[in-house]
């Protein structure tokens, strides 16, 4: 499969704990997105990368979240003391170059914090 | 900033019928937008796009409109099938002075399709 993938595919927390997820973006796309959707809502941005600078992050993001994509390739999306409004889908995105608002999303990591 | 209303939230249509989706943005700047079709449990897929120099685009049964004054962009499904069924989303992209970033959706439309 050529496409977006994430891992895990599932999350199951406890309140407080920290978890990570991981990106990988369709081979040689340079730019790399985060989304987060909860349920009966559309994505909503998190923030961006283009190679491996991140140029763009929403006021969702709370200083509990961090993102990375240290060599321009996979990326990682950590949450710090999760919180049970943390609750949701983290879908990645990818897209090419001179076409890069043509996003293709992954299958999404839900995350369930208890 | 922008933002992306579209309706209906629930469509229910007879196989063979045409189903119809609107979204309203509210960035004139915005100028590019996708419509993305979510099955259950599954990812966002990309079905077909407009950019703000077109008015019209086709696809097979599908089609996507734009009307600039208006700020509206609607999708337009021919002869449904059953397959059809899943929660279409609209989305916008603001254009940062040409740098393009994240995309603003739309709260999705249920629609269903019946045999």
């Known amino acids: 499969d050529t496409g977006v993938s994430q891992d895990p595919r599932h999350k199951i927390t406890k309140r407080g704990q920290n978890v990570t997820f991981r990106c990988d973006p369709i081979s040689e796309h340079n730019r790399l997105y985060w989304y987060r959707q909860t349920l009966g809502q559309g994505p909503e941005f998190l923030t961006y990368f283009q190679n491996e600078a991140q140029l763009e992050k929403s006021r969702l993001l709370s200083d509990r979240f961090s993102a990375e994509r240290p060599k321009g390739s996979f990326s990682t999306l950590e949450i710090q003391r999760t919180e049970q409004g943390d609750s949701a889908m983290y879908l990645c995105a990818s897209s090419l170059g001179a076409r890069a608002d043509e996003q293709y999303f992954g299958p999404g990591t839900r995350l369930t914090v208890t | 900033g922008e933002n992306v209303e579209q309706h209906p939230s629930t469509l229910s249509v007879q196989e063979g019928d045409s189903a119809v989706i609107k979204c309203t943005y509210s960035?004139?700047?915005?100028?590019?937008f996708p419509w993305y079709k979510q099955e259950l449990g599954k990812r966002p897929q990309l079905i077909i796009d407009i950019r703000s120099n077109v008015g019209e685009k086709k696809d097979q049964r599908i089609a996507v409109t734009l009307n600039k004054t208006a700020k509206h962009v609607s999708l337009h499904i021919t002869e449904t099938q059953p397959e059809d069924s899943a929660v279409y989303f609209c989305?916008?992209?603001?254009?940062?002075?040409?740098?393009?970033?994240?995309?603003?959706f739309g709260k999705g439309t249920k629609l269903s399709v019946k045999p």
């Open positions: 989305a916008a992209t603001p254009n940062y002075g040409g740098s393009q970033g994240n995309l603003i």
């Open positions: 960035d004139s700047a915005s100028n590019y």
